[in-house]
């Protein structure tokens, strides 16, 4: 029975260890992702700490116009980081990567996923999730294809009507046929998909201008990962915000959002998910940081980031 007490304390304590060994990453790109991936730290997930003196840490390798923008950095089943992102205005498809450290980076790839649409004008702002259940992994990202939802088309900017659409994979080899994701009846774009305890949320930007801009962050929820998805919610931001990403520390949600009008990183906090806290004015970012990522990664893995980082300074 002593053994058995032992055993459990010992358990707890573990257990709280592991708790308290998260930091937090943000992934993000500086002026149009000409110079590619930036990173940086958190202990509160308030206070941003620029990696490697904000300079890149990844130069962009794909694409015609090869920019790095919107990158998006999950944690997958096979314990590697897979990142996805915009690599272009105008192109049908994305950037891919993957690292085992979030220091060293496989050779990238650009990834077709609208090329059996000719009429597709773009692929931007893509995002990439774990499904735990089914083993693989759903990539979903905006693209304007004129003429497909015609009731919205007059009323985006440059006549772009977004809606969302997705792709899924095991190995990142093989893909499956793409497909609608979300068609809520209005211009989408920069959904960030997150899970809690009764399925799925979405946060994402109702790109909306005409004829009241809208511009703004909402949310919908869904039972199932691949939908469907509920009519978005009321805004949770103020306009003129785009690239939504959020993240769980302890009770409290946070979604962290880029005011692209102003060039600065706003955040909204949450308990129920129902009521809104506007805590922009409590954050720093490092100057110029946009439309990114949030992850919590564990203190070891940022130490050794940090470690790299200085050494290849000094």
């Known amino acids: 029975m002593k053994n058995y007490i032992v055993l459990l304390s010992l358990l707890f304590v573990f257990g709280c260890a592991e708790k308290e060994a998260d930091s937090y990453l943000f992934s993000y790109f500086k002026d149009n992702g000409q110079d590619g991936l ?18 890149s840490v990844l130069k962009p ?17 096979d314990n590697k980081y897979h990142m996805v992102w915009t690599v272009s ?6 950037g891919y990567a993957s690292s085992s450290d979030l220091i060293h980076w496989s050779e990238q790839k650009f990834l077709p996923v609208m090329q059996d649409e000719p009429e597709a004008r773009n692929c931007w702002a893509p995002e990439i999730f774990y499904d735990e259940n089914s083993k693989e992994y759903i990539i979903h990202w905006a693209t304007t294809i004129p003429g497909r939802f015609p009731e919205t088309d007059a009323l985006g900017d440059d006549g772009y009507n977004h809606r969302m659409y997705y792709t899924t994979t095991k190995d990142f080899v093989a893909f499956t046929d793409t497909q609608l994701f979300y068609e809520p009846g209005l211009n989408v774009i920069d959904a960030n998909i997150n899970k ?12 909306t201008l005409l004829p ?4 703004n962050i909402r949310i919908a929820t869904s039972k199932d990962l ?16 785009e690239g939504p990403t959020s ?35 409590d954050i720093s970012f490092p100057v110029g940081t946009r439309h990114g990522s949030v992850l919590k990664v564990k ?15 000094k």
């Open 38 to 55: 930036h990173l940086a730290y958190s202990e509160d997930g308030l206070q941003w700490t620029a990696i490697n003196e904000d300079a």
């Open 89 to 94: 205005w105008k192109e049908k498809g994305i």
């Open 247 to 281: 993240i769980k520390k302890n009770d409290e949600w946070i979604v962290y959002f880029d005011r692209y009008m102003s060039q600065k990183i706003g955040a909204v906090t949450s308990s129920d998910l129902m009521v809104w806290k506007d805590i922009s004015d």
């Open 196 to 207: 809690n305890r009764e399925g799925y949320l979405m946060f994402l930007k109702d790109e």
């Open 226 to 241: 691949k939908g469907p998805y509920s009519t978005p919610s009321e805004p949770i931001t103020s306009n003129w915000v």
């Open 61 to 77: 390798r794909v694409g015609k116009d090869k920019l790095m923008r919107d990158p998006c950095i999950i944690l997958g089943g």
């Open 212 to 215: 009241n801009p809208q511009k």
């Open 299 to 313: 203190k070891s893995t940022l130490k050794r980031i940090l470690s790299h980082y200085d050494k290849v300074k």
